[in-house]
């Protein structure tokens, strides 16, 4: 069965510490992944995709994503945490050919000024 | 360009009652997805429409159901409600099926 999983359901962080948020997928075929952003308030904005190509993909507002294909991994990293990061993160994968969007419970995290 | 809109944005209705909640697609998607979060949860997939046919379907009763208009807009359609069908309904569009989803701002809905 298709699942992506997030082990981090809440992160505290201060101002201008790094970020990793892990984000691991269970699937049987090529796999898409995505990785979505819900803003206080605000509706699931995108982040940044792995489609193919170079694993490590760059988003929005200086984040970036790394694909590990051997580890069924696509975690979340920013080198530096604003208190304005402070949202809840949802990894999600589409496999090719489905079209459903799987989404992991998502991960709350908070940025301490 | 428009983004994905949804109404109403809340929504109060009792068990047993129907209600319809209606998406708008961004400009230029044929495609919109519909799912449900609950709190503290991911969205779940209900189902997708593509060129006004429904295309895929998750793990949701034949009470939920939708249409797709020529002009790619959407409902979601919920029939005999029950009390655990109190979530926020999310409204995804994308150009194609298999293309970045695109979400809306969702409609909250609570079922008493």
């Known amino acids: 069965a298709q699942s992506v999983s997030q082990h981090n359901h809440h992160v505290i962080l201060s101002e201008a510490a790094s970020l990793e948020l892990g984000c691991n997928y269970s699937y049987g075929g090529t796999v898409n992944l995505f990785w979505y952003v819900q803003y206080p308030g605000q509706h699931l904005q995108l982040l940044l995709k792995?489609?193919?190509?170079?694993?490590l993909v760059k988003g929005i507002k200086g984040f970036e994503a790394e694909f590990i294909k051997s580890k069924f991994s696509f975690n979340l990293r920013k080198p530096s945490v604003q208190w304005s990061d402070t949202a809840e993160y949802f990894c999600?994968?589409?496999?090719?050919?489905?079209?459903?969007?799987?989404f992991g419970s998502g991960t709350r995290l908070q940025v301490q000024p | 360009e428009t983004g994905v809109t949804q109404s109403p944005t809340h929504l109060i209705k009792t068990r047993g009652q129907q209600v319809t909640l209606r998406c708008s697609s961004q400009?230029?998607?044929?495609?919109v997805s519909w799912y449900q979060q609950a709190l503290g949860q991911g969205p779940q997939f209900i189902f997708q429409?593509?060129?006004?046919?429904?295309?895929g379907r998750g793990n949701f009763p034949p009470r939920f159901s939708g249409l797709q208009f020529p002009n790619y807009s959407s409902e979601l359609n919920v029939n005999a409600l029950e009390l655990d069908d109190s979530a926020l309904y999310l409204c995804a569009s994308s150009r194609t099926e298999q293309e970045t989803q695109y979400f809306g701002p969702g409609t909250r809905l609570l079922v008493l």
């Open positions: 400009s230029g998607h044929n495609t």
């Open positions: 429409y593509y060129r006004e046919e429904e295309n």
């Open positions: 792995y489609f193919s190509g170079d694993p």
């Open positions: 999600a994968g589409l496999v090719t050919g489905r079209r459903a969007l799987t």
